[in-house]
């Protein structure tokens, strides 16, 4: 009984009966499989009256490799056992769990720095580093679908926010045509819009600042044809 099991199997067919045997119990977690494997392993030797023949190097180095590929087998139904309890990740659909991850990220009132693994057990999904590599690509696919989203939502936030300079903007076109009066000049340049900007301490992007600039020629040139008239 004691040679039989190594003369009639190889490793790997051990290692198999091995994990075949302990994967039988109903009570697995991936918060216990580890110790428990560790137990049941030092009982499969011994009901197999293996511990006298440790002692010889042969066969206690295929005890050991024995053990390196059933564990190896032990930490893959780990991450099974870690996925199954992430339900979410075995209900929703890529594009769903790219939405809900959207929801989360639009929240961030800053986007030039996003994590996207901050949001992960908000929706749900726990111990992402212990869950399979598969998931992990998985994640990774829906992750690209999140920054595709993301991407658009940079540039409908910056053509928000030019659109609200450009209004902002335009309630200063008296003052700096007042500005140009009293330098004596009888049109805006450029050089000078930044000139009467700079005073101000407002900086404007550039598609605003050529925006406000003809607006201040077009009512210069509008207010002096009136006073020619």
């Known amino acids: 009984m004691k040679e039989k099991l190594f003369k009639t199997y190889s490793n ?10 302990f994967v039988s119990d109903n ?18 030797w011994s009901r197999h009256q293996v511990e006298a023949l440790i002692q010889i190097p042969v066969l206690e180095n295929r005890q050991w490799e024995i053990f390196d590929i059933a564990w190896f087998k032990i930490i893959e139904l780990e991450e099974e056992l870690v996925l199954k309890r992430n339900k979410v990740l075995n209900t929703k659909s890529n594009e769903e769990l790219a939405e809900m991850l959207y929801a989360k990220v639009k929240t961030q009132a800053d986007l030039s720095s996003i994590n996207l693994h901050m949001y992960y057990h908000d929706i749900g999904i726990e111990d992402f580093l212990k869950l399979p590599h598969t998931t992990h690509e998985r994640l990774e696919k829906i992750g690209n679908m999140v920054w595709q989203k993301v991407k658009e ?4 936030r910056k053509h928000e926010r030019i659109e609200k300079e450009r209004k902002e903007s335009f309630k200063l076109i008296d003052d700096i045509i007042e500005w140009v009066y009293e330098k004596n000049l009888k049109k805006l340049s450029k050089i000078n819009l930044k000139l ?17 600039y ?15 008239i």
């Open 12 to 21: 790997e067919e051990i290692a198999q009966l091995i994990y075949d045997e």
């Open 27 to 44: 009570s697995l977690t991936d918060d216990n499989v580890r110790k428990k494997f560790e137990s049941f392993e030092e009982l499969f």
């Open 153 to 156: 939502l940079k540039k409908q």
């Open 196 to 212: 009467s900007l700079l005073e101000k301490k407002i900086d404007l992007a550039p598609v605003n600042r050529q925006a406000l």
């Open 214 to 228: 003809l607006e201040v020629n077009k009512e210069l040139e509008s207010r002096q044809n009136k006073i020619s």
